[in-house]
């Protein structure tokens, strides 16, 4: 798929990893429409790349088809959709206080998997009720398949994910639309670059090669890949440096 001059839609936009995906696609001559609940920082970012900025809680029905209709008023239907919104929310399944409460489990499904789903299946409709080929590439985590002590919830949202792939890939092939999966390690996001520069060095360390933590824009670089080679579809790229998570 050539990127140029085609509408995109990245959710959970406007910081790490998806803002570095909603830039490599702006670089790329998409008409990007950023999605997230941080209105400010998403306008802020939009104006920066010379993008839009639409504000949606990605589980509200009402909220992702505004944003649609947003990118659509912008570029014209979408053929792109990245999703990038989530939580990481750690909790022991039986903790101190005992039991994980149910709506600390609920959450965090209904926001990393419930709202991938809804958009896809928002934005793959209007795919296919145009009759144009696009693509969705969502956004799982190792965790899916190397799930830590306190990831119970985080490992059950982004595994949910993973199985996602090849079930819409395969019913959707008829719209010609691919359906691929990333599965990124420990990147260097916000919430990693709070902790003292020990402390990631730490992570790095078990980190085979390259010791590093990941860089967004190779996330973003991925996509792009994703995106640009048409026989890739119904995939999960685990992009984490040969590592695999130890059990905490």
């Known amino acids: 798929m050539i990127i140029d001059g085609i509408s995109a839609v990245v959710t959970g936009g406007a910081s790490g990893l998806g803002a570095a995906t909603a830039r490599a696609l702006a670089d790329k ?3 990007v ?24 809680d990605v589980t509200s029905e009402a909220e992702v088809t505004a944003a649609l209709d947003t990118a659509e008023a912008f570029g014209g239907p979408a053929r792109i959709i990245v ?7 750690a909790g022991r399944v039986v903790g101190r206080d005992g039991p994980m409460p149910m709506e600390d489990f609920e959450r965090v499904i209904r926001i990393n998997l419930f709202g991938t789903f809804n958009v896809a299946r928002l934005a793959a409709a209007r795919m296919a009720a145009a009759e144009q080929s696009g693509i969705i590439v969502n956004t799982a985590s190792v965790a899916a398949f190397d799930g830590q002590i306190g990831q119970a919830a985080y490992a059950a949202s982004k595994g949910g994910i993973v199985s996602l792939a090849l079930p819409m ?7 010609g639309i691919r359906v691929n999966t990333i599965a990124p390690g420990i990147f260097l996001t916000p919430l990693l670059e709070t902790l003292p520069q020990d402390a990631q060095e730490a992570l790095a360390a078990g980190i085979p090669y390259p010791k590093r933590l990941g860089d967004p824009a190779e996330f973003a670089a991925t ?9 890739l579809n119904g995939e999960v790229i685990r992009l984490d440096g040969a590592t695999r998570l130890a059990p905490k």
């Open 29 to 31: 001559g998409a008409k």
């Open 33 to 56: 429409t950023i999605v997230d609940r941080n209105g400010d920082a998403a306008q802020s970012f939009a104006t920066e790349i010379g993008a839009e900025a639409a504000v949606a």
């Open 83 to 89: 999703n990038c919104a989530g939580i990481g929310t």
């Open 169 to 175: 890939a395969r019913e959707f092939a008829r719209f």
């Open 223 to 231: 996509v792009i890949y994703a995106v640009e080679t048409d026989y």
